[in-house]
Nanobody, 125 residues
Framework: QVQLVESGGGLVQAGGSLRLSCAAS????????MGWFRQAPGKERESVAA????????YYEDSVKGRFTISRDNNRNTVYLQMNSLKPEDTAVYYC??????????????????WGQGTQVTVSS
């Protein structure tokens, strides 16, 4: 099973940018679609973005379209989430996830093989 470790969270002012990274180890990274989820206090965890094994297919939740970009480097076993034009409502714990296969559908359908520990993103107004 793949192990995931997120980094890059922090405190930023509204309108600012952050880049989250998720480093994978263990089973072959290229076998997995990857996704980013977030959970704000008192709310359910929601999918933010997803990417298939090759990086050619991506998905974004409506509220982040045009502001967030998901990408992956299969040589570095790492998936990224570039977050621009951040808003206070983006404040949450962000989690990296690996799907049970390379298809992006696994992320969108909640078929998750592994979760990271989460990284806090706080956007001040």
């Amino acid at each position: 099973q793949v192990q995931l470790v997120e980094s890059g969270g922090g405190l930023v002012q509204a309108g600012g940018s952050l880049r989250l990274s998720c480093a994978a180890s263990g089973r072959t990274f290229i076998h997995y679609a990857m996704g980013w989820f977030r959970q704000a206090p008192g709310k359910e965890r929601e999918s933010v973005a997803a990417i298939n094994w090759a990086g050619g297919i991506t998905y974004y939740e409506d509220s982040v379209k045009g502001r967030f970009t998901i990408s992956r480097d299969n040589n570095r076993n790492t998936v990224y989430l570039q977050m621009n034009s951040l808003k206070p409502e983006d404040t949450a714990v962000y989690y990296c996830a690996a799907g049970v296969s390379g298809s992006i559908a696994t992320i969108n359908n909640g078929r998750i093989a592994s979760w990271g520990q989460g990284t806090q993103v706080t956007v001040s107004s």
